[in-house]
Each structure stands twice: as structure tokens, then as C-alpha cells.
């Protein structure tokens, strides 16, 4: 069973920065693509960012140059860094993780992450 555990939200103002965390319980050394969704009030859930085992990262365009993930193979960890945040980067941020190979998706319950002054 592959769990996914998400740390580092909060409550925030604006422009300030965030970091968030997602620890797995198994290796993600060859995990392929770990990458962070967030869901806003009222909205879709959407991909923020992506990162594959070989390096290469994908953001969402609205978010590249503010947000940066890495992955700590040997931590087993994926963090999200967050710069200049707005109110409207308000949401629940989710870790995800994904080999294709695998028809399953993988998700953690969340955290919080509130920009308001």
C-alpha cells in the first residue's frame, strides 16, 4: 500500500512563501512523475507542478517562476516551494504519485493552504 503524506501548510499573507512536503512510505527512486495538484474552492482540481525521476519538471504556466518543486530521492520526499504567494493560490494542496505502468493513481489527503491578509 503506497501512502502519501503532506506537511507545510498554513495560513499565510500575501507575498510571503511556503514550503510543502510529501513523504511516501516506499521508494521513489524510480518512481516516475511525483508532482503536486491543488484544489481551490469551487474549482477542479489542477496540476501544479511535475517532476519525473530523470529531472524534468512541468509547471503550470500561470505558476512557473513562482513555484519550484524537487524531489529528495533518498528522503523519499517531494517538496513544493512557493514564492509571492496570492490569495487566489488559496487551496488544498495534494501530492500525487505516478509510474505508467501502473493504471493506479496515487494521492494524499491534503493540506491547507490559506493566503490572506
Known amino acids: 500500500q503506497v501512502r502519501l503524506v503532506e506537511s507545510g501548510g498554513g495560513t499565510v499573507q500575501p507575498g510571503e512563501s511556503l514550503i510543502l512536503s510529501c513523504t511516501a512510505s516506499?521508494?521513489?527512486?524510480?518512481?516516475?512523475?511525483m508532482a503536486w495538484y491543488r484544489q481551490g474552492p469551487g474549482n477542479r482540481r489542477e496540476l501544479v507542478a511535475a517532476?519525473?525521476?530523470?529531472?524534468?519538471?512541468d509547471y503550470a504556466d500561470p505558476l512557473m517562476g513562482r513555484f519550484t518543486i524537487f524531489r529528495d530521492n533518498a528522503r523519499r520526499t517531494v517538496y513544493l516551494r512557493m514564492n509571492s504567494l496570492k490569495p487566489e493560490d488559496t487551496a488544498v494542496y495534494y501530492c500525487?504519485?505516478?509510474?505508467?505502468?501502473?493504471?493506479?493513481?496515487?494521492w494524499g489527503q491534503g493540506t491547507l493552504v490559506t493566503v490572506s491578509s
Open positions: 500525487n504519485l505516478k509510474n505508467y505502468s501502473d493504471p493506479r493513481d496515487y
Open positions: 516506499i521508494s521513489i527512486f524510480n518512481v516516475e512523475v
Open positions: 517532476m519525473t525521476n530523470e529531472g524534468s519538471r
